[in-house]
C-alpha cells in the first residue's frame, strides 16, 4: 500500500514545482520571443543625453542661456534662416499642443533658435507665438542636438533634467504631439 502512496506524493510534487515555475518560463518566453511591434509615442524616442549648452542672445537683447529652463520641458525648434512656412507650422503646432494642456502647459517651455546675424523676425509672427523664447545662437551650437538628421528639420524635446529625449517630425501632428505631452507630464513629477 506503501508504494501508491509515493507516487502520488512524486505526482503532487511535481504539479506543485511545474506550478511554480510556469510563471519564470512565460515570461522568458514573452521576453525574448514576443516583442510588442506597437509604440504609444509619436516621436521619436532618442537615447537620453544631455543638450549641448546653447549661449546667445534673445531678440530683446537679453543674454540667452538653455540651461536657464532647466526644470521645463522644453519644445526647441531650430531654424536655419528666416521663418518659412515650414517654420510657421512647427511654431503653430508646438503653440497648440502646449495650450491643449491646459493648467499643466505653464510646465512646457517653447525655445525657437535662429543663426546669429538672421534677418530680424517680423512683430507679426511674434505677436502670434506668446511666450515665444527666441534667440540667436551660432548655428554650431545646436548641430551636436542630432547627428542623423539635420537638426533645423525637427522639434525636438528636452526633459526637466536638460536631456534630449524626443524627436518630431518637421511636420508635427499636432493632437499627436500634443498626447505625448500629455502622457509625460502625467507620468512626470519633476518640472
Sequence with gaps: MAV?????????LALVA???AAPVVTSYAAYYWFTPTAKTNYGELLDPRPAPEMVGEQLDGGPFRLSMY??????????????DDACRNKLYATR??????????ERIVRVWLQPTGAPLLQDELL????????A??????????????????SVF??????????RYPADPDIRRLSKDLERLLRASRIG
Design 4 to 12: 501508491p502512496d509515493k507516487a502520488k506524493a512524486r505526482r503532487t
Design 18 to 20: 511545474l506550478v511554480c
Design 70 to 83: 532647466r526644470g521645463k520641458w522644453v519644445l526647441l525648434i531650430a531654424e536655419s534662416g528666416g521663418c
Design 96 to 105: 497648440q499642443a502646449r495650450t491643449m494642456q491646459g493648467r499643466e502647459r
Design 127 to 134: 505677436a502670434q507665438h506668446p511666450g515665444l523664447i527666441a
Design 136 to 153: 540667436r545662437v551660432a548655428p554650431a551650437q545646436w548641430a551636436a542636438l542630432s547627428e542623423s538628421v539635420s537638426a533645423t528639420r
Design 157 to 166: 524635446l528636452l526633459d526637466p533634467l536638460g536631456n534630449v529625449v524626443l
